[in-house]
């Protein structure tokens, strides 16, 4: 029962730690918030499910989970295009339908960070908002260390063509 | 916020600052222990529920035995009922079985060639075993049974013919009853009941008991 306890109490810290910086790379990486959400949930169950495994270092496991949860509700969405949970982020500015969405939308960057190509979506979320190392991004993504590399540069090219037209729009649908 | 596209990084910065509103329920932890307790407690009672499907399938197929009943071996038309601590097995995997052959090199009986190796069940307990095998009908012909080996000695089980066989049938080790029964045409077909692990009165006893 103590060990059950320790291994909650262990849990919880990592959690309260590391979670946050989880449900952002998610954010980026799928099309929602909820989405999002419920990502890092399912992340969190695996590891927490794996603890034994994980408790050496929780933090390089649980990325190696989320991209794996990413790619599983992508495929998924090329299976099902129909499925709901699809964003078309640049044609709908206009549509702010909640409070929850108007906010969501404020993430220009994020936003711009969704229209890239996987691979270098997720080279960008693990080097820029994970800050790990071109080592540790190209480990967490079973790609080679050039890879990372290359797709940085491009991701960060494609980033200075999008983001310009992207505030853009933002100042078109924002008057304030 | 601005976010000048040629500084490589601010980058790091630009997302520190836009997504620093984006945090996770203050409960996330307690939410995700709770979730592996319930789909923990689904998963046991899932293996439970197979557990019990399965034990009841081996049950009906006979391949396993409820607690305190008794173990049989079937080979039609014969039933053999053990005591409950044995429990049915491969015939080749027994100890006393086929799979095992003679460490001395002893011959077998004669009619072994003649049996059919499907014909064949199995029981084991701890220390003991018995396999029982259906010879295939032969003709009694002037020597008599040629499974019979001629240090067998008749005895007494019910109505049938019976011989035991002071050796097993496969291994020096053991004891082996021949039930030699007719069939129709005229021709005879033995049940051959081989043990170890139990003194030749005692294997006659469950035999005797045990066979229907």
Partial sequence: MSRSRDREAEFTAFVEAGSASLLRAALVLLDSREEAEDAVQTVLLRTFRRWEQARQAPEAYSRVVLVSVCRERWRYRARHPEAPGITAYADHLADVASFAEAVDRRHVLVRVLRQLPAVQREVLVFRYLLDATVAETAASLGVAEGTVKSAASRGLDQLRVLLPAEEKKVRRVDPS | ?212
């Fill in chain 2, 1 to 212: 916020m601005s976010i000048h596209p040629d500084d490589d990084f601010n980058l790091r910065a630009a997302l520190a600052s836009e997504l620093s509103d984006v945090l996770p329920d203050d409960r996330l932890a307690a939410v995700i222990i709770a979730r592996h307790r319930v789909g923990r407690r689904r998963r046991v009672a899932g293996v439970v529920g197979l557990a019990i499907v399965f034990a009841g399938v081996g049950v009906s197929l006979g391949l396993t035995r409820v607690p305190g009943s008794h173990a049989s071996l079937h080979l039609a038309p014969y039933t053999l009922e053990l005591p409950g601590q044995y429990h049915p097995v491969a015939a080749s995997s027994a100890s006393c079985g086929p799979g095992k052959p003679a460490p001395t090199g002893k011959p077998a009986p004669t009619g072994k060639s003649a049996t059919d190796p499907g014909a064949m069940a199995a029981a084991v307990a701890s220390g003991a075993c018995f396999v029982m095998l259906l010879t295939s009908p032969f003709t009694a012909g002037s020597r008599g049974d040629p499974n019979l080996p001629r240090d067998a000695r008749p005895v007494e089980l019910g109505h049938d013919r019976a011989w035991l066989i002071p050796h097993g049938y496969w291994q020096a080790a053991g004891t082996t009853v021949v039930i030699e029964r007719a069939e129709p045409g005229g021709r005879l077909q033995d049940l051959i009941v081989t043990s170890a692990g139990l003194s030749p009165s005692a294997t006659v006893s469950l035999v005797s008991a045990g066979l229907s």
